[in-house]
């Protein structure tokens, strides 16, 4: 039988009675959709204002510049709000990195904007899962680890960034920075409703191809025109034949065209790729190289590749695998029962892991409906994964991953 000891019991019912929710929902109160840069500074400040109550020093880190393609075949800058960073005693012995992030995929206009609470007593409200949940019992479980004794001997880095639902592009140097040295890392993404925990994750890339051909009136000399259009329909069949079990390619959007009686010119595809491993990766690169020269040549346009894979693989290395067997032991001490399971959905937890740091990147609320107007959080797991989170960083400061 696990049992708590009588400092984790005491860390435990601490993390566990915080008065979470109603920072939750204050929080879920303002819109903070990645482009909202307005909302996002706001969340900001109340994020750095509420972690604020730990030792160490808390940033708003600039974001690093990022580009896309416009439908128009244009790259531009896109804005991005700041990312919170706290640093707490960074000499101590055991690192560890904690990470969240303060935006959500629902914009200013949306129409999903305020709380409601349902009938089976969950909260439905715009991030209150994904993750500002998340985001509040992290802040209770560093809060009871402060209070224990073995405090002095934790060192940790706090980073909740302001663009994971759009892939972390600008946060992503800021990530790898804090990951470094850490002996392990937590992050605040939903469990599932029962709180089994995401395991093994794939990876992602998004790409941005566009096609340059040559107009011409379709009617008078069509011969004479490049149709953009239909080379960029080209380049999405011949990408699709690299589908595999361990390769997903979704040819996703087309951007171009114009009026019937012109040969277009211009257009943009949208393509986003899913490798089960690195080697499907180097795969994947391969086959756009080779569309891009075949279909240029067949068509005769020009054709230029924005893009990349943010988020590499994640599997459950033997690093990995201890640090769910520790979450799993501490949730028995807890009443808790964890498990975890594969999952095609990527995060931060994926590039963390790449650094080499082992991590569990759904220590979050339970909840559900993630991305649509029904998301809810259950609100009696705030407590409970607060207790899971800090009673977990407990045993790593004394015991370790071996």
């Known amino acids: 039988m696990i049992t708590l000891s009588r400092e984790e019991q005491t860390t435990a019912e601490k993390a566990g009675d915080a008065d979470i929710l109603p920072l939750v929902e204050r929080w879920v109160a303002v819109n903070s959709g990645t482009r909202n840069v307005a909302g996002v500074e706001a969340m900001g400040e109340l994020l750095a204002d509420s972690f604020s109550v730990l030792p160490g020093d808390i940033a708003m880190v600039e974001p690093t510049a990022v580009d896309a393609v416009r439908p128009d075949g244009v790259v531009e800058a896109i804005e991005h709000g700041r990312h919170m960073h706290l640093t707490v005693r960074p000499d101590a012995p055991v690192q560890m990195l904690f990470t969240g992030h303060m935006d959500t995929v629902f914009p200013v206009d949306h129409p999903f904007q305020t709380a409601t609470w349902r009938e089976d007593g969950a909260l439905n409200a715009p991030g209150a899962a994904d993750m500002k949940g998340g985001l509040a019992l992290m802040l209770a479980a560093l809060e009871a680890v402060e209070a224990s004794p073995l405090a002095p ?137 080779d569309a891009v020269a075949e279909i240029a040549a067949a068509h005769d346009v020009k054709i230029d590749v924005h893009g990349g894979f943010n988020r590499p ?48 990147d759904t220590m ?24 899971l989170s800090a009673v977990t960083i407990l045993r790593i400061i004394s015991k370790g991953l071996s």
């Not at 259009?229 to 951007?255: C, F, G, M, Q, Y």
């Not at 799993?328 to 498990?339: S, T």
């Not at 649509?372 to 009696?380: A, R, T």
Request: aromatic letters at 4%; charged letters at 20%; hydrophobic letters at 40%.
């Open 153 to 289: 001997q934790f060192g940790y880095e706090v980073v909740i960034n302001s663009d994971e639902e759009t892939g972390s592009f600008s946060s992503a140097a800021l990530i790898e920075r804090a990951a470094r040295g850490k002996v392990a890392a937590l992050t605040y993404e939903p469990a599932l409703p029962d709180g089994t925990l995401a395991g093994a994750r794939g990876g992602t890339g998004n790409f941005s191809i566009t096609v340059r051909g040559k107009s011409a009136h379709a009617g008078r000399n069509p011969d004479d025109g490049r149709n953009a259009v239909l080379a960029a329909a080209a380049i999405a069949l011949k990408l699709a034949e690299a589908r595999a079990p361990t390769l997903s390619v979704n040819p996703a959007r087309i951007d171009g065209g114009g009026p019937n009686n012109v040969v277009p010119d211009l257009a943009v595809l949208r393509v986003n790729f899913r490798p089960h491993c690195a080697a499907e990766i180097d795969r994947a690169r391969a086959a756009i190289e």
């Open 313 to 360: 693989p994640k599997p459950i290395d033997p690093q990995a695998e201890r640090l769910f067997h520790l979450v799993r032991d501490v949730g028995a001490a807890l009443g808790q029962p964890i498990a975890w399971k594969a999952t095609g959905g990527v995060c931060d937890g994926n590039n963390i892991a790449a650094c080499g740091v082992p991590i569990i």
């Open 364 to 387: 979050g609320a339970r909840g559900g409906a993630i991305h649509s107007s029904d998301e809810f959080m259950i609100p009696e797991s705030l407590g409970e994964r607060a207790s």
